[in-house]
Structure formats: structure tokens, C-alpha cells
């Protein structure tokens, strides 16, 4: 027999009992020291949730290697908002101000959809609050950039789809309800506009239905109408030829539209330049006015170098 002491009474406790509250005692300790080399491994493995079920946010920027054969270099990736990965079908979604770089290009949007097997982008913007579009879609390589609603694009092949695009070809714009992207220098666009107005909604434009943009050459069109605020003007063309490269070349002269209080509406200085050779060239414009007048006018230009 053993006494247990307490302030106000003593208890007797059998021998054996005693036995037995020492030896759990002694478990506890065991299994105590156990839990703290081992218990944070344990909730950690046991709580673990593949990330394509929980969204992760992103405090910097990421990189991935892709299997061999399928890219020739490496993706960097980063969103500040979350980025969910699906392991089986091998695709990464990224959210908020996302963006991705590969390769001398760069893409922005809001959401970016990259599938790694088949080597795609699918990027698009978001509708907040004030039902206004945000964080627009924008690609930009080392010698072009575009800003469209939503785009499709292939690493590998180098092929897109860009849609309710507009990019900068020199001293003009484009714009486009659909561009198809060829290659790096060649790209078709459905139901197009080129101006040299900068604003989202231009206010003239040589409206098309089909044209052809060669990188640092020139831009063809077919069928082709002159509008100013939307309204089809009489000036129209069986087909269109702009420039597009740095330097002297032959193309259309896209008019100038206006208001006088004496001669009402015009187009003003539209016509056609001829980049004859190195030293002599040929310019020839016109004006026309709503209320009848007209003029036109041909300037040319030689020198010789010595």
C-alpha cells in the first residue's frame, strides 16, 4: 500500500495501482516525444490537396521546363492572383494581372490558360464591376505588339487567332473582328480597318473586309470604302496598297477629314506616293469639299548625292 497526500484528505492507493498509473505515465512521455518529431510531417502528408483543387497565390514570378522536344526554351509565369496546375491534363490557369513569357514574347491578360501539352495559350480579360472590360489581352514579340479581347496562340508553330484586335504598323493602325497569325511577319484580318487616327474607336478609317499585313513591307486590301464617324464617304477602292516599313515606299496617302465654315466637310491631302528609286520620288494629293470645290496638286522631290 501507498499514501497520496492531499490538503484535506489522504487517500490509500493499492500497490498495483500504482504500478499501472506509472506505466502510463510513461507511454505519454513516449508518445508525446513521438508527436514532436514526427506530428508536423503527419498533418502536413495527411492535409496535403493537389494544387489543381486549391488555388495558390503567387508573391513572385515562377518558371517551368517543359518535357524535352516540346519547347525550345523556358516559360516563366507569374499572376497575382492564383495559379491552379492540372496535373492530369497538363494545363495551367493563371489569374489576375497574369502573365507569361517565353522566348522574346510576352503575353498579358487577366486569365491565361496555358496547355503544356499542346504547346497553347488561350488568354482573355474581365468584366468588373461597372461592366467595364479589364486587363485586355496583349502580345508583344521584339517587333510587334497586339491588344485584342481574348487570343489563341501555339509556341511551337508560332500560329494565332487574335480577336477584336488592334497593333500598330508604322504610322498607322490596325484594327481587326478577327487576326490570323501566320508566322512572324504575315497576318490576315477579317473585317478590318487601317487609319492613322490612335484612338480605340477611330474616328476615319479605310474600312475592308479582307487584309493582308507583310511586317516591314506593306499592307494590302481588297474592296475598300473611306468612313469618317462610321459614315461611308463616296471615295472607295477596288483594292488598297499602304506602306509599311521605315524609309521611302510607294502606297496610299490615307485623307485627312475636316470641317470649314466656307467650304463645309472635306478630305484633305489623301492621295498617292511613288518611291521611284533612291533619289527621286513623286507625290500626288487632293482635297475635296462637301459644298462642290476641289483641288489637286503633284510634288516631287530629287537628290544627289555627291
Known sequence: MSLSYNKNKIYVLPTKLKHLLNVQVYL????FNIS???GITQF???NFVPDSLIPDTIQKKDSVVVKPGSLEAKVEYQATDSIVFDVDKQIMYLYGQANVDYDGMTLKAFFIEFDMDNNTLFAKGIIDSTDKYMEKPSFKNESQEFFSDSMRYNFKTKKGKIYQAKTQQDDGYVHGEQIKKIN???????DGKYTTCDHDTPHFYIDAQKLKVIKNDKIVTGPAVLKIAEVPTPL???FGLFPNKKGKSSGIIVPAPGESITQGFFLKDGGYYFSINDYYDLKLQGDIYSRGSWLARASSNYKKRY
Open 44 to 46: 502536413e502528408s495527411t
Open 36 to 38: 514532436q518529431l514526427y
Open 28 to 31: 505519454f512521455i513516449i508518445v
Open 236 to 238: 472607295a477602292l477596288p
Open 184 to 190: 512572324e511577319d504575315i497576318f490576315f484580318i477579317k
